[in-house]
Every structure is written in C-alpha cells, then in structure tokens.
T-cell receptor
Framework: DTAVSQTPKYLVTQMGNDKSIKCEQNLGHDTMYWYKQDSKKFLKIMFSYNNKELIINETVPNRFSPKSPDKAHLNLHINSLELGDSAVYFC????????????FGNGTRLTVT | DQQVKQNSPSLSVQEGRISILNCDYTNSMFDYFLWYKKYPAEGPTFLISISSIKDKNEDGRFTVFLNKSAKHLSLHIVPSQPGDSAVYFCAASTTGNTGKLIFGQGTTLQVKP
C-alpha cells in the first residue's frame, strides 16, 4: 500500500485555469507538507500543516491555497495558473519533530501551457 | 542565495567501487543534515542523516561524514551497486523548523556493472 499518495500524477492545463492536487497519507503522521521542484531541480518547501493547522507558509503567491480537511489529507489548490507554475509538486508527511525524516509521494507534474 | 549546494551534477562509478557524493552549505545555523535518494518518477526517499554534534554516521553500505568547520558533508557508498543509480539530494534543517528542509539540487549517480 502506498504510504503517501497524490493525484493526479500528471496535470496539463492552460494559463488562467484553477486546478487542485490531492494528497493522502496512511502512515498516521501528524505533519504534512507541499514541496515544489522547479526546473533547476531544487526542492523547496511551500507549506506545512501539523494536525490540520498551518505551521509553515513560505513566500508563495496567494494563488496557492493548501487545505487540510483532516490530518491524513493535504490538498493544494492553485488559482489562475501561470506558465511559471509548471513544476513537479511533492506531498510529504512526517511524525515526531524536526529530525523525523519526510516521506514523499511520487509527485505531480504540472504543465501550464 | 542557495544555502545548500551540490556542485557535481553527476557521478559515474564502477560497480563495487566507492561512490562519494559531496554537499556544501553556507548557513552555520543548520544542525541536522539528511540524504535522500530519488528514482525517476518517484518521490525522494530518506537514506541517512547526521546531527551536527557528530562527524560520522554509518548505516550499512552508507556513511555520512560532516565537517562543520568546512561546512561540508559527504555521502560514501561502499560497495556501490547498480541499484544505487539514482539522484541523491543533500538537505539541511535547523532546530525547531520541523520539516523545513533546504535541499541541494541533487547529484545523479550512475553505477556501471
């Protein structure tokens, strides 16, 4: 069984559209994250939720809105998509503080045309 | 301003030999370091970590060395196996910043049979 699963795996859409990426973890972890891997391959944190509460919100355009309906789910909604939003988005989860390793999903490749 | 750098984009080694992957950082506040391995179309998976109070941590074929004065860490894989072929990411964090990992841009390791 997949520990951290995200859907869809691929997402191709046009500029100006609104899209969502869903993430679910079955590890019982209390913290979930969204990371973005840009064209230069750097992985950068976007958001973090602990027990449904937002604890990290990096400098991300407010077109990006995370939503955590429960501690097993963290969805990412993106409004008014732009070309520069094209990237691979990874969901992750962890349990137990800053030394706990993150468990990543397999990523969602978003292409904005 | 990239705080974690992996200056070698790629590395090729022969099966059975040692692989050494390097990572440099600039932020002296980092006190925990991790290595992740990533196969194509998958998310990064945790490999090994080291706290800043140590200079070495070993787990099977994998050893991470930390040189705080040089702000440098390295991952040694001995012996290298073809299945180790992947992208390796170095990451760093600071106490209290749960899950906020600062990643390098990765090094692609190819282990030739």
């Amino acid at each position: 069984d997949t520990a951290v699963s995200q859907t869809p795996k691929y997402l191709v859409t046009q500029m100006g559209n609104d899209k969502s990426i869903k993430c679910e973890q079955n590890l019982g972890h209390d913290t979930m994250y969204w990371y973005k891997q840009d064209s230069k391959k750097f992985l950068k944190i976007m958001f973090s939720y602990n027990n449904k509460e937002l604890i990290i919100n990096e400098t991300v355009p407010n077109r990006f809105s995370p939503k955590s309906p429960d501690k097993a789910h963290l969805n990412l909604h993106i409004n008014s998509l732009e070309l520069g939003d094209s990237a691979v988005y990874f969901c992750a989860s962890s349990q137990g503080g800053f030394k706990a390793p993150l468990h990543f999903g397999n990523g969602t490749r978003l292409t904005v045309t | 301003d990239q705080q974690v750098k992996q200056n070698s984009p790629s590395l090729s080694v022969q099966e059975g030999r040692i692989s050494i992957l390097n990572c440099d950082y600039t932020n002296s506040m980092f006190d925990y370091f991790l290595w992740y391995k990533k196969y194509p179309a998958e998310g990064p998976t945790f490999l090994i970590s080291i706290s800043s109070i140590k200079d070495k941590n070993e787990d099977g074929r994998f050893t991470v060395f930390l040189n705080k004065s040089a702000k440098h860490l390295s991952l040694h894989i001995v012996p290298s196996q073809p299945g180790d072929s992947a992208v390796y990411f170095c990451a760093a964090s600071t106490t209290g910043n749960t899950g906020k990992l600062i990643f390098g841009q990765g090094t692609t390791l190819q282990v030739k049979p």
